[in-house]
Structures are given as structure tokens and as C-alpha cells.
């Protein structure tokens, strides 16, 4: 009697798992067709929405036809009650969370987003013969831009970043608790260090640039020059040729 109700319970369990993958595969297609409806009323081309869904051209076309857009967004609505998850804001940007969020749940929603886009390099560096690259600027501030490739040291060094994220996550109780895994207060900070690029040192940079800067007029020339990487790379919206220079101040 005991190994047939153990075997009773946890068929009961598997069933209801696969009850439970039924709803939600039903449900993602349900938000798929109103993402699908939404692009095209958007005027997307149907040969960019249907490589995005990975849909031939003219199933996206039968998907699209006949769509009613309100009543997609009222059983959205619905599903929104449920608890499943809202879609992005295409007018927004991949750097809102930059801004802070309000719960740890839509911080590991935005560390997610980074695994993913760090298991998108790998695939490229795997199968490109040039590195992918990246903004060190948010895209706020554009037209202003900075880019860096991305090497397996970077995608290391990310992933490293998001796990000591994670644990202090795991950790907070609130989002006011963070320390390390915390949004700091100029956006362009922040996504540099999610991208785990350290601010460009004087040292560093004239050992890239192969700048000479012993001199006395070699070195305030430097780091007239270190200055204007600086702001290029978003760290300062000093102008280089105003900024303090010690060299400049030292031949005064």
C-alpha cells in the first residue's frame, strides 16, 4: 500500500508539471503572437520580424493576418495578473536598469540579460574571426560612443562580476542593503563596470599609446591627450584643454 501511494503522489506531481508546461508553452505563444502582431503594427518588415522569431516569412504572414491587437493586449493583461513577466519598452534602452530597480527580482532579471549577452560573445568569438564589440557609454549618450572589443579575458571578467552580483543578491534582503552589486550614481560609471572595465589610468594609458611623457612639455601634452581619452570613454565631461594638468602646473 505504501509504494502505491508513493508511486500514486508522484504521478500526481509529474502530471501537474506537465499540466504546468502546457499553460506556459500555451501562454508564451500567446504573448509571441501579440509580440509578432505588435512589430508588424509597428511597420517591421516581415523578413526582420520573422528572423527574430525564427519563423519563416510567411508563417509570421499567417500569425499577422487576421491579429487583433486589442484583444491581444487584454489577454496580455491577464497574463500580466498571473504573474508573467511584462515585456521590454521598445522606447526605452538596454541601459534603463542603469537608473536602479526597485527589487532584487528585476536586478537578477538584469544580471540574466548579461549572461546571455556574454554567452552571445562566446558564440561569435567561436565562430568569427574578429571580436564582437561593446559601448563603454550607455546609450544615452549617444552620439557620443566608446567602443571596446570583447575578448575572452573581458567575457571572464564580466561573468566573474555578475557572480559576486548574484551572491550579494542572494544575500539582500532589499535592494537599499546592496553594497557592491549596487547602481552607481552616474550611469556611465555603472555600465562600465558591469562591462568590468576599470577607469583608464595615466600609467596605463601611456604605456598603450606608447606616449612619451618624461618631459616636462612631452607630459603636459600626454596628459592633455590621457584627458581626452578620459572623456571619450564617458569618465569626465571636463574639457581636456581646461582640465587640471599637473605637468602645465609644475612648469608655472
Known sequence: MTEWLKKFRRERRVLARVQRSAWRLEQAERERDWALAAARHEKVPVRKVAEAAGLSPTRVHQLTKDADLDALDAALGQLRAAGWPAPEDPGGSDDEELSGRASIAERLQDEVAWVQQCAEWIDHLASKPYPPAANLRPEGD??????????????????????FDVEELARARCVEELQAAKVADDPRAE????????????????????TPWRSTQQGELAWTAYQAERRRRGETD???????NPFRQGRH
Do not use: G, N
Not at 571636463?238 to 587640471?244: C, I, K, L, T, V
Open 142 to 163: 549617444f552620439p557620443d560612443t566608446c567602443a571596446v572589443p570583447i575578448r575572452l579575458p573581458r567575457v571572464a571578467a564580466i561573468l566573474r562580476r555578475i557572480a
Open 191 to 210: 555600465r562600465r563596470r558591469r562591462l568590468a572595465e576599470p577607469d583608464l589610468s595615466y600609467a596605463e594609458y601611456c604605456d598603450r599609446t606608447k
Open 238 to 244: 571636463e574639457d581636456p584643454f581646461e582640465a587640471y
